[in-house]
């Protein structure tokens, strides 16, 4: 004789507890062996599995676990394809997310785990040969670079290039990221003449995707100034400086007025219908990227203008950083950098950004006292 048999309600309720029991067994496995050894980064050690959870293993766990696996109807399979799909693209968001975040803040080891899984993940929802791999590979070419492996940095370069001139389509954008990656590879090689080829790309194709007086130019631009101040070619060095300044500060200025137009578009529907819901969100234009690359470039820019003492241009840079403080909320760097930028632009014989600086300065004070 052989075991029970189960059939009608019997049946569904031990394939439902089989389910069930087989997405704990299978979260347990996941939270407890963390992530596949597959990439050369990989290392069996506690030490380097604890890194893999702080990085990222934390933050995607609950959304590794699959949806379940049986499903009666046609419609429920196409449900659950679409709730794996939905499941994986957030896991790439989250990992690309917590990759970048842990580079800038100069993580590059922590970074790795995240960007590895962003990669993963991402050739699953886009396959292999898409080109929304290559700012992932980008950021794994960088974190090995942070780590010192320029080996394994060359490869991930490589299969960027490679997905890229497989896709006669690929956007000059995405074009343009990966010079920018091949030319800061080659800075850390110490390549400076193939770099400034890379970098001078890397402008063209931003300005033909963005326009000329894209932000989105000026990291080509400064990133070529640095390797011709450290090539002693001053000049040259200085005029770029300059021109990545008028870009951010122009930027900046035009955030900072499409901010002020959001709030007042919102004061004003607030006084005309005091009770009505308001759907407009008063969000500033910028990303987080775009805040940190931001913060990065203009500080940068502080420095060298400090040493050159060059105080129009140096006033320039502080106003901009007096912005970026303010439309970040931080209204008390903001206050006391927008001042610095408003004393250093009354000693100078042309005082045309003393009234520009003067109004920042209105709107910090203003917000500072409705703060309190």
Known sequence: MGGPSWAGEDALVLRTYNQKRHTRLLQRRVCREGFPRTHPESHSDASHQGADWNSIHEKI?????????????????????????????SIVEVAVSAAQRFLWEGKALEALPAALQALRFSARVFGWSSVQLVPVYLLLAEASTGTGNLRQASKYLSEAEWVVL????????????????L?????????????????????????????????????????????????????????????????????????????????????????????????????????????????????ALLGVRKKQQLPEERARVLHALAMLHY?????????????????????LPQQESLETIGHLLELINANFSHTK
Not at 62 to 68: A, N, T
Not at 166 to 181: E, F, I, K, M, N
Not at 214 to 240: C, P, T
Not at 327 to 347: I, N, P, S, W
């Open 183 to 299: 030319g800061l590879f080659c800075i850390a090689q110490g390549n400076l003449d193939q770099a400034l080829y890379h970098l001078a790309t890397d402008v063209y194709l931003a300005t033909s995707a963005f326009g000329v007086d894209s932000i989105e130019v000026s990291g080509g631009y400064f990133h070529m100034a640095n390797i011709f101040f450290r090539q002693n070619k001053v000049d040259v060095a200085n005029s770029l400086y300059t021109e990545v300044t008028r870009l951010w500060h122009s930027w900046l200025l035009s955030s900072l007025q499409e901010h002020q137009g959001r709030l007042r578009r919102l004061r004003a529907r607030a006084e005309a219908a005091p009770w009505a819901d308001d759907e407009e969100v008063a969000e500033d234009g910028m990303t987080e990227a775009q805040g940190e690359e931001a913060r990065r470039v203009l500080q």
């Open 61 to 89: 766990c609950p959304l590794l676990i699959p949806p379940q696996p049986c499903f009666h109807s046609e419609r429920a399979r196409t449900h659950g394809k679409e709730q794996l799909l939905r499941r994986q693209k």
């Open 166 to 181: 497989q896709s006669p389509d690929c956007p000059a954008a995405v074009q343009s990221r990966l010079h920018r990656g």
């Open 327 to 347: 439309l970040d909320l931080d209204l008390e760097k903001a206050r006391e950098v927008g001042m610095k930028a408003f004393d250093l632009a009354r000693e």
